[in-house]
């Protein structure tokens, strides 16, 4: 299907989905958080988590009742390095920076922190808050629990999220090293983003109920939601390709996701009651902060670090192939290559646009389409 797609200012749009967040009932403050987080997804050509589900993911739930604007942070048990908090249902991305900026000061005064949330909703991609530790000098490591996508390894009935599990470094480059990725072959972000475009996916992305690979992203959505098709965990179907490795990296996730604060899990993170009516979906995080200075000189690691990575992409290349890339730099690259140009929109996000300016009578944006 071909695409017309247009560019708008990352600055713009930024602005632009804040207001609508002001619209629905999000604080100034907290929709800025919400946008800022959003639109960082876009910046780094994570095209699955920004613009694209702001509003089928914030903007409908916070309209159905089923995600709070205005977001209650309690914080229910707090140690000297670590501490519980419940999000209430509230924005997933506020809930998610004031939990790992309460991780990074208490790794400040004791070398490590860690804070764990139950009740919070989707926190949009988990490197932004990685990042924001490595930015601080410290290891950040995050990851959280999600509505039920991923088989078990044998099975193919969806039981586990897509269950990030996300690190990130300094190092003395233009760009930390950030691991964000799920613990599925795919993502649900990313299955929507082909239905958008209308692309067919890869064999071996989503599996339905007899174990056969769905590459319809249209289908595959809809069995998502109906439990009759799952994704594959990372490594693939069955275990001759190591797809028991991601099933159990995903189960870390959602144990460390719901044990530590007594959160919810597994089914119970569907977002539909047995009735059929849509309900919260009470999601729970972690988020740890290491103080890198605690081991050893910032700019030691620093420097370590950015070897063991120049070593890696210096390596011999597979026949045919001219780069080897680290975690982080694909999404440099994509950060210098849109950073004059911005956001990029298909049909389908520039008619939800026009909508949502309509909506919300936000009359003073022009757009370029």
């Not at 797609?5 to 989905?17: G, N, P, W």
């Not at 190092?171 to 692309?199: M, N």
């Not at 599996?207 to 799952?230: C, R, V």
Request: with cysteine.
């Amino acid at each position: 299907m071909a695409q017309n797609i247009v560019y708008e200012s990352f600055a713009k749009m930024e602005a632009f989905m804040k207001d609508v967040f002001v619209k629905v009932g999000v604080p100034e403050a907290d929709a800025a958080v919400c946008a800022e987080v959003l639109i960082e997804s876009d910046k780094r050509g994570i095209d699955s988590h920004g613009v694209g589900r702001f509003k089928p993911i914030y903007i409908d739930r916070i309209k159905d009742g089923i995600q709070f604007p205005v977001t209650n942070f309690e914080v229910v048990k707090d140690g000297l390095a670590t501490a519980v908090v419940d999000g209430h249902d509230g924005m997933g991305q506020v809930i998610g920076k004031k939990a790992m900026q309460m991780a990074i000061d208490k790794a400040k005064k004791y070398g490590m922190g860690m804070v764990a949330v139950r009740n919070s909703t989707h926190y949009g991609i988990a490197g932004y808050y990685a990042t924001m530790a490595a930015k601080a000098g410290m290891v950040g490591i995050t990851g959280t629990n999600a509505r039920p996508s991923i088989a078990p390894t044998f099975g193919i009935e969806n039981m586990l999220g897509t269950n990030p599990l996300t690190v990130g470094m300094p190092s003395d480059e233009e760009f930390p090293f950030v691991l964000d990725c799920a613990t599925s072959v795919s993502q649900r972000g990313k299955i929507e983003h082909y239905e958008r475009i209308g692309k067919t996916m890869p064999k071996g992305w989503v599996i339905d109920n007899t174990g056969n690979s769905e590459t319809d992203p249209s289908i595959a959505l809809t069995g998502l939601t109906k439990g009759t098709a799952a994704l594959a965990p990372l490594g693939g179907i069955g275990d001759e390709t190591a797809g028991y490795k991601g099933y159990g990296y995903a189960t870390v996730v959602e144990i460390l996701s719901a044990a530590l604060q007594q959160g919810n899990f597994l089914k119970a993170l569907n977002g539909i009651d047995a009735s059929g009516k849509k309900v919260s979906f009470h999601l729970g995080h972690f988020f740890i902060a290491i103080d890198i200075s605690a081991f050893v000189e910032l700019d030691q690691f620093k420097k370590t670090t950015g070897d063991i990575l120049r070593e890696l992409r210096a390596s011999k290349k597979m026949p045919g192939q001219d780069r080897i890339y680290t975690a982080g730099e694909k999404e440099y690259l994509a950060w210098l290559d849109r950073k004059d140009r911005g956001v990029p929109l298909n049909e389908s996000l520039k008619k939800t646009i026009k909508q949502l300016k309509e909506e919300y009578k936000l009359d003073s944006y022009s757009f370029s389409f």
